[in-house]
């Protein structure tokens, strides 16, 4: 750490001191190495900058020993610029970004962002007879976000958080405790804190409105990060390179899967494949549970093998949906029951937890009576991992982890590296980086899909796909799905979904159905899940809801290229696919608490129908931009809301004006995409004089195929001069990717006049204008080696 003495005091921080720890006095601050050492009475900070927007700040009691080990960061700390202060009251230590001081008495840390105060250590740390907490001051205007997947309403101040994932069967509006709970808390005031600390514990976002926020453990670090940025999209890049950005899920994981508790037989499942094929509704997958290997729910967890009575010919049945561009996905849990046929191999490999006389643990819940696979056990993770990869070896292209809350976990059960609780909230994050580091080693070309019930902060870096758990068949389970998909997203796990359709409860309700079905179209995975009692597939619903449903699918491959370059910007920035307005609008009290509508990427806004029989719909259009409905080329100008009448066969939806939305021709899957021949729409308005977009694409397979230049980057530009409009096509090709050649249909929506001429390099070409609809088509023939320009006199 380079030190520059100064003698100025820095007293922005005045006033944001509002509460101090006057029990901690301050001794001394020294510099070691590239980071800050504070000694206090009862012990040490130690004080760390990554970089100017993010900074870590560890307490070591004394008589303790700092713990380096974090299970969720994986950036390295660089060396930072800084101007440190020491004076008779103050240590300040400033950079171009985020600064701190330290009151020394009474002692108090606080943060700041190019001199703007952020947030500071009330009391600090404290241990309390049960727990550790680090308490921090807020102001009280500030909107909180955070804790992980919660249906709470946007802002989740005023409530004290369990951090202990648990499944909750048939949420509807109202959850607090739910599968992912994440140590974050972000706040409108475009901070976050992470707190680096894998044991159970509680987050209280102020619950006695004292203006509090307090982070509760029973045990581990003392540390946290805070994390700033100049934009909220610029924070979650910021958080994302520090716990790890998501690798690119395959292109096919964009498509639709068919899905539902469960499929009993190979029969069934090749039977309903074959429903799919004859309606002529488009599938990526089939997702296989838990009687793939035995044929009732409870007594067979764990068996992990093929269960041949029912699947006689599992391989060729595999291979067969293959050969229709059909991937399996197969469910697995990490519990083994004493009744299964695999209890005896898993007790004599001592691969299990254990109890507190070392002996396998045993305990009963709802499968049955069971053990749990110890992953972290060295010996234990490689058993876990050959199954894995004995399923890849017969064709498998997925794997689902099911119950890895884990569902029950008793306190009192050891795992090789602590106790139960010490390790419960990482167990999912833990399971899923098995099976990625599995793939890395044996599958190195191969992107695995890995859906999870269960994970902590960093869990994106792991390639997890998380979803929302056992919603209820309800609107009121409809209603909480965007605020939770939105809330992860911004907390780096941006693929988070929903069951389609719900999943628990016997209600057949086709309008339900639909609208579920038509928000999935502007979701990150499109699976519709459900108990039997109500079949999940498009293919056994009624005719009205099966050609909606198709009408919803095939909108969803239809944005395939726009949807795979949001897969892209993911994995570049961590930038999440469903955005709140307040991304847009962030000095817009009025959303910063809603999830009623949201963005889709940069460009679409979407504003789901989540109650039933609504015939209009009031939307908001966010200011700075103007906008066009989707489906009708409706202009609407931002800054203002609009009461909008419904259409049953789909949801309100609108592009920006100024947008380049790449669309893909029809498939059947998205084995059959053609990258060479798309539709490219540009929504024209007066407003907008210039506008670029790039869309992304590769082979949609390969692993990390951007970083080993198998990849074209597509731009495409519109600029408008008094009496002509001009666009321009350029790529960037990768060094291992080939140029090609592309035809384009270039559709040019509220183009009101009828062009006097147009040319393609230089030569003209022979268009259609519709006067009706106001809609410009030019047939584009691109070589992408080359730069291409179209101009149009108007």
């Known amino acids: 750490m380079k030190i520059f003495k100064v003698v100025i005091i820095f007293l922005f921080f005045g006033g944001h001191l509002l509460s101090q720890n006057t029990h901690r006095l301050f001794k001394e601050a020294t510099e070691k190495g590239n980071h800050l050492e504070i000694k206090v009475s009862d012990g040490t900070y130690h004080i760390e900058f990554y970089n100017p927007q993010i900074i870590e700040t560890s307490f070591i009691p004394a008589?303790?020993?700092?713990?380096?080990?974090?299970?969720?960061?994986?950036?390295?700390?660089?060396?930072?610029?800084?101007?440190l202060t020491d004076t008779n009251n103050y240590v300040v230590c400033k950079t171009e970004g985020i600064s701190l001081s330290i009151q020394k008495q009474p002692f108090q840390i606080a943060y700041s962002y190019k001199g703007k105060p952020i947030v500071s250590e009330k009391a600090g740390y404290v241990k309390t007879d049960s727990l550790e907490t680090i308490q921090f001051n807020l102001t009280k205007d500030e909107v909180l976000y955070g804790g992980g997947a919660r249906a709470l309403g946007m802002n989740r101040r005023g409530y004290r958080l369990q951090l202990y994932n648990r499944a909750h069967y048939g949420y509807e509006t109202h959850s607090e405790l739910m599968n992912f709970t994440l140590p974050i808390v972000m706040s409108s005031k475009e901070y976050m804190v992470h707190f680096d600390n894998a044991p159970i514990g509680f987050l209280d976002l102020d619950s006695k409105k004292d203006n509090t926020l307090s982070y509760e453990t029973i045990s581990g670090r003392k540390t946290y990060q805070v994390i700033v940025g100049d934009s909220w999209l610029d924070l979650i890049n910021n958080y994302t390179d520090l716990t790890g950005k998501q690798p690119m899920p395959a292109r096919w994981v964009l498509g639709n899967f068919s899905s539902r508790f469960g499929y009993h037989?190979?029969?069934?499942?090749?039977?309903?494949?074959?429903?799919?094929?004859?309606?002529?509704?488009?599938?990526?997958?089939v997702i296989l549970d838990l009687y793939w290997f035995g044929k009732e729910v409870k007594g067979t967890m764990g068996n992990l093998q093929v269960y041949k009575d029912s699947f006689p010919d599992f391989e060729g049945m595999v291979s067969r949906l293959k050969s229709k561009s059909v991937k399996t996905v197969m469910i697995t849990e990490p519990f083994v029951l004493t009744t299964s046929k695999r209890w005896q191999e898993a007790v004599e490999e001592d691969v299990l937890a254990k109890d507190s006389l070392g002996n396998p643990a045993r305990y009963d819940f709802f499968f049955g009576n069971t053990g749990l696979i110890d992953i972290y056990k060295p010996k234990a993770e490689q058993w876990f991992w050959n199954i894995y990869k004995g399923l890849a070896n017969k064709g498998v292209e997925g794997i689902w982890g099911d119950l890895g809350e884990p569902e029950l976990h008793p306190s009192w059960l050891k795992h090789a590296t602590g106790t139960a609780d010490e390790v419960h909230n990482i167990y999912g994050m833990d399971w899923a980086r098995l099976v990625y580091e599995g793939y890395q080693r044996d599958f190195p070309n191969k992107r695995p899909f890995i859906l999870m019930r269960a994970g902590y902060s960093g869990s994106q870096r792991y390639g997890l796909i998380p979803w929302s758990g056992d919603v209820n068949r309800t609107w009121g389970g409809l209603q909480s799905q965007p605020e939770i998909a939105l809330q992860m997203g911004m907390q780096g796990l941006a693929y988070m979904h929903s069951d389609l359709g719900g999943f628990a409860g016997a209600n057949l309700d086709d309008n339900l159905y639909t609208r579920w079905l038509q928000y999935g179209v502007f979701q990150p995975i499109y699976r519709p899940h459900a108990q039997e009692d109500v079949p999940s597939e498009p293919v056994f619903r009624s005719e009205k809801a099966k050609a909606l449903a198709k009408q919803s699918i095939e909108l969803r491959y239809k944005l395939l290229p726009y949807n795979y370059n949001l897969v892209f910007q993911n994995n570049q920035t961590g930038a999440p696919l469903m955005r709140p307005l307040f991304f847009e609008e962030p000095d817009n009290d009025s959303l910063k608490t809603k999830a009623s509508e949201y963005l889709w990427g940069h460009d679409f806004l979407v504003s789901p129908i989540l109650k039933d029989s609504v015939y209009t719909k009031q939307v908001y259009f966010p200011k700075n931009n103007n906008w066009f409905d989707f489906y009708t080329d409706e202009f609407i100008e931002g800054g203002q809301t609009k009461d909008l009448k419904t259409n049953e066969n789909s949801i309100p939806t609108f592009v920006r004006a100024g947008a380049f939305v790449l669309m893909a021709k029809p498939m059947q899957s998205t084995e059959s995409y053609n990258g060479n021949d798309l539709e490219l729409h540009y929504y024209n308005d007066t407003s907008i004089?210039?506008?670029?977009?790039?869309?992304?694409?590769?082979?949609?397979?390969?692993?990390k195929a951007f970083e080993k230049g198998q990849y074209e980057l597509l731009e495409f530009e519109f600029e408008s001069e008094k009496k002509q409009v001009e666009f321009e096509f350029e790529s960037e090709i990768g060094e291992n990717y080939s140029p090609s050649i592309k035809h384009i249909e270039l559709i040019v929506h509220n183009f009101k006049k009828e062009p006097k001429r147009i040319k393609v390099e230089g030569k003209r070409v022979e268009i259609k204008w519709s006067k009706d609809n106001k809609t410009l088509i030019v047939p584009i023939t691109w070589n992408t080696k080359n730069e291409l320009e179209i101009k149009i006199k108007i």
């Open 63 to 83: 008589g303790e020993t700092f713990n380096p080990k974090s299970h969720a960061v994986v950036l390295k700390p660089k060396m930072v610029k800084t101007e």
């Open 689 to 703: 004089v210039e506008s670029e977009r790039q869309f992304y694409n590769d082979d949609g397979k390969t692993s």
């Open 265 to 285: 037989s190979q029969k069934e499942v090749e039977a309903t494949i074959a429903k799919f094929k004859e309606e002529n509704i488009p599938v990526d997958a």
